[in-house]
């Protein structure tokens, strides 16, 4: 198991005198069932094992970005792999790879968050405090929350596994599909509990503050857990906000530029991110993005940003973030939406900023208080508080040196939802957000369908075809001949 910086903050503050025990540990998955956790270094161990699912598993580094904003109309495909295409064009088949790998990755996560919760109890060493053990737990069900909430998200209902397999007869392997509505009364109850078990912060350090799960994070995914499900709850939602918003965290907007230029993480605004160091310790993801002035190849990139969404900036005036999230660059390649010669500008997704050689310190935020901030103004308005609501949305606006709201971009409560859905588009582009703001709002297939893009080689409009059925992607078909317990979503 590699030595995370998350590994190295989560031990920064336990006070155990078996550290170097914890260093020199073999893996988990190498120890016996019997021996693995009866120690406080071995269970804080296996809880870095859960975290570290954020690093290791494809979705969360940056196929989250392909599923949400290249799925949608934020962004084009890009590069040349025909598997990325497919999500673009919507045509992702029950065997697209990324499905089983994704679906595997993210309930391997989940294991690793229940053997914590099974095996926390059981440890009688003294250097386990009963407070200490009380966090673990929260952080352990706000580790499996997130990753239910990933996979209710692009799945719908799916098997809820809260204890770990301890059989391999067809009845405890062969779970069938829970509802939508049980995935989201777990994700929330998990989160409710975590909530009275986790401290507001660990100390000082914001390296471990923001490496951890805390009450603000439980409160926050909570508050979007509340929203997404499929009869939202905007009195929950608003009430975990203000939660946020009362921690001793004291989180708070921050310059915009300052969250994306890869000085300043582990911010006032970051709620909980994931900690890359760089190096052996790095993401790759900013490679595959970058233009080659900044990358040093002159490979084709991929998330090519949209003429839509160039123009949905442009609309509002939005420099502040549209420079902030975006560069243009002159390449050899041809792009063919943006330029069908070579020489041609075209826009780079840069969020990120610094490659590294596949080896990036650039993180994604997995929680951060602007977000809450437009979620407050979704709520406020969806309880018909246009006015409080549009004080929200004027909050985002002002550190982007955008003037407050007219009174025609807050005229009904339905023209201020969909200010408020632009808003989020502009705010939260290339954080993998997009397609499921778009499904919160019911707008998907309009918005997919209605999407004007032109493809420079010959002169055609491209057909999206969204259906319904495409809101959620296929159950992967190598689980459904594994499980035959589980049911086909609709294609």
């Known amino acids: 198991m590699k030595t995370y910086k998350i590994m190295i903050t989560l031990l920064s503050i336990l006070v155990l005198t078996a550290c170097d025990d914890f260093l020199d540990l073999t893996p988990i998955s190498e120890e016996t069932s019997a021996d693995a956790y009866n ?11 859960a975290y570290e699912s954020f690093q290791s598993s494809e979705y969360y580094v940056w196929d989250n970005i392909l599923f949400q904003d290249v799925r949608s109309d934020n962004n084009y495909a890009g590069g040349d792999n025909p598997e990325i295409f497919t999500i673009d064009f919507l045509n992702i088949t029950p065997t697209h790879s990324r499905l089983f790998t994704h679906w595997s990755n993210i309930y391997n996560a989940i294991s690793k968050a229940n053997i914590v919760l099974e095996r926390v109890d059981g440890v009688t060493d003294p250097l386990l405090t009963e407070e200490r053990k009380n966090q673990i737990k929260g ?17 719908g209902g799916v098997p809820l596994i809260t204890s770990t397999i301890k059989s391999t007869a067809p009845g405890s392997v062969n779970i069938p599909r829970a509802s939508v509505t049980e995935v989201y009364q777990q994700i929330t109850a998990d989160l409710e509990l975590a909530a009275t078990l986790l401290p507001d912060t660990y100390g000082s350090d914001a390296s471990v503050n923001k490496a951890r799960a805390t009450a603000g994070a439980a409160f926050a995914l909570a508050a979007k857990a509340y929203a997404q499900q499929p009869i939202p709850d905007y009195e929950k939602v608003l009430s975990n906000i203000q939660n946020v918003e009362s921690s001793k965290a004291n989180y708070r907007l921050i310059n915009y530029n300052q969250l994306f230029d890869g000085n300043n993480y582990n911010n006032a605004e970051s709620i909980i991110e994931v900690q890359y160091l760089g190096g052996n310790e790095g993401n790759y993801g900013p490679q595959l993005l970058l233009p080659p002035s ?3 190849d002159t490979w084709r990139k991929f998330v090519t940003p949209s003429h839509d969404l160039i123009n949905a900036f442009d609309a509002q005036g939005d420099v502040v973030r549209k420079n902030a999230s975006i560069l243009f660059e002159a390449v050899q390649w041809v792009d063919e939406y943006w330029g069908n010669a070579a020489g041609s500008s075209i826009p780079f997704s840069y969020k990120w900023k610094e490659a590294g050689g596949f080896a990036s310190s650039n993180r994604q935020y997995l ?4 977000d809450m901030v437009l979620l407050k103004a979704e709520a406020l308005n969806e309880l018909n508080q246009l006015e409080p609501a549009a004080t929200e949305v004027n909050r985002i606006r002002a550190r982007a040196s955008l003037p407050d709201l007219t009174a025609n971009q807050k005229s009904s409560k339905e023209v201020l939802r969909q200010t408020i859905l632009e808003e989020r588009r502009l705010e939260l582009f290339q954080e993998g957000q997009r397609w499921d703001d778009l499904a919160r709002f019911n ?12 493809d420079l080689r010959d002169g055609s409009t491209v057909n999206y075809n969204m259906t319904e059925a495409k809101i959620l992607l296929p159950i ?7 499980n035959p317990a589980l049911t086909q979503n609709p294609l």
């Open 39 to 49: 120690t406080a270094s071995q269970i804080e161990a296996a809880l870095v094992g």
């Open 139 to 155: 952080e352990a069900y706000f580790l499996r929350s997130y990753h239910y909430f990933t996979l209710v998200k692009l799945w």
């Open 294 to 296: 900044i990358s040093g």
């Open 367 to 370: 929680l951060r208080y602007g």
């Open 443 to 454: 707008q998907l297939v309009s918005t997919m369908n209605n999407l004007v893009e032109i």
């Open 476 to 482: 992967p078909q190598q689980e459904l001949d594994r």
